[in-house]
């Protein structure tokens, strides 16, 4: 569907690598529409690329562009959980510094820490996720990055980004505000869902509604609530991220749950009219669930595939036969050996006796 009103121009994003493309399955290799045989059409939506999959089975129901590069705004902040949640105490109190807020607009997403103030890393996830807290974006990167700081943190996104083959993910700036370079798609987002959603703490996260941030030295208590959400609105919903810049436009990935169905739904490119991102991903989500449990076009991949497409590394201090050489098992080896001991040992004796009979008769 046109949007209403043009958006702005984009950048030209670099081209996905034709292998890339058919990652999760070669009807997904399209710049346009992917939906199973005998399917009805999917809904018209402003959306320049989406997928809707199912995170139990891992398949992929459909999807419009599923691998081409997109602006991904605030929808990066999963990306941020799913690599650093593992790394990061959750109790753990941490000082906000001032370089954490200082490259930060004030009329951005903000979750409202202050420099100086005291924080669990547990509220920072509840700010982040909640609020879409650039500034909780920004703490949580500088933590997650050790010694690296910041840019170490973003540098773990991209670590994670790669080991869930998320290919067309990048990111430049932890909290999802444009950055050169930075891209998504719709098909990793998805991945990034199912890393994000398998986790219980972040599911806890996602779904809550209002969060007390308590005082601390420094900082006042203060409540913050669940906004642009389709939580408690949309059956089944489990949580969802939205994001918006005026490059990105309007960006969401949600995940619903109906009859054992767990599915996601991603969103990127979404215009606020007609029905906006949150609209665009109930009618996506609905298209899915009418679909058969059986329908599929692709889908998602698994870190643990990517360790077959390697080869198979000798195990150290063994020899890899040369190309060209047969290899014989040790125990063959050792069977065709002696075979041949024995057989020399038995042509030579009649040599030996010979030999000791004339060295005899010499004495």
């Known amino acids: ?6 958006p702005p121009a984009m950048p030209s994003p670099p081209p996905v690598d034709p292998t890339d493309r058919a990652v999760g399955g070669q009807a997904l290799a399209t710049a346009g529409l ?7 059409m999917a ?26 590069r997109r602006t991904p705004a605030s929808v990066q902040k999963l990306l941020l959980a799913a690599s650093l949640m593992p790394r990061l105490d959750p109790s753990q109190m941490v000082e906000v510094t001032r370089a954490d807020l200082r490259d930060l607009d004030p009329a951005s997403s903000l979750m409202g820490v202050v420099a100086g103030g005291r924080y669990s890393i547990e509220s920072l996830w ?10 909780a974006a920004n703490v949580l990167a500088r933590l997650g990055g050790g010694s690296a700081g910041r840019p170490g943190g973003v540098e773990a996104m991209n670590d994670e980004a790669r080991r869930l083959r998320a290919n067309q993910t990048h990111a430049a700036t932890p909290s999802g505000l444009d950055g050169p370079g930075q891209y998504t798609s719709a098909y990793d987002l998805a991945l990034i869902a199912r890393a994000t959603f398998a986790r219980e703490d972040f599911r806890r996260y996602i779904a809550t509604t209002v969060a007390q941030i308590p005082a601390g030295p420094g900082n006042p208590a203060f409540a913050i609530t669940h906004d642009n959400t389709l939580l408690g609105r949309y059956p089944g919903t489990l949580g969802g991220k939205t994001g918006f810049t005026d490059l990105a436009r309007q ?6 749950e109906r009859d054992g169905r767990r599915l996601a739904v991603t969103l990127l490119g979404a215009e606020t009219a007609p029905l906006g991102s949150l609209g665009e991903a109930a009618a996506l989500l609905n298209w899915g669930y009418a679909l058969p449990r059986d329908a599929s076009v692709g889908r998602l991949v698994t870190p643990e595939e990517k360790k077959h497409d390697s080869p198979v590394v000798p195990v150290k201090g063994e020899r890899p036969a040369p190309t060209g050489e047969s290899s014989i098992p040790l125990h063959t080896g050792l069977g065709l050996g002696a075979a041949v001991v024995l057989a020399v040992l038995f042509l030579a004796a009649p040599w030996r006796r010979r030999g000791a009979r004339q060295e005899a008769g010499r004495r």
């Open 1 to 6: 569907m046109k949007p209403p009103t043009p």
């Open 34 to 40: 992917a939906i199973p045989v005998g399917a009805p």
């Open 43 to 68: 809904p018209a939506v402003t959306a320049t690329s989406w997928l809707v999959a199912d995170l139990n089975s891992g398949e992929v129901l459909g999807g419009c562009g599923p691998h081409e």
């Open 126 to 135: 509840l700010g982040l996720l909640l609020k879409s807290g650039n500034d």
């Open 251 to 256: 960006t969401y990935v949600g995940v619903a």
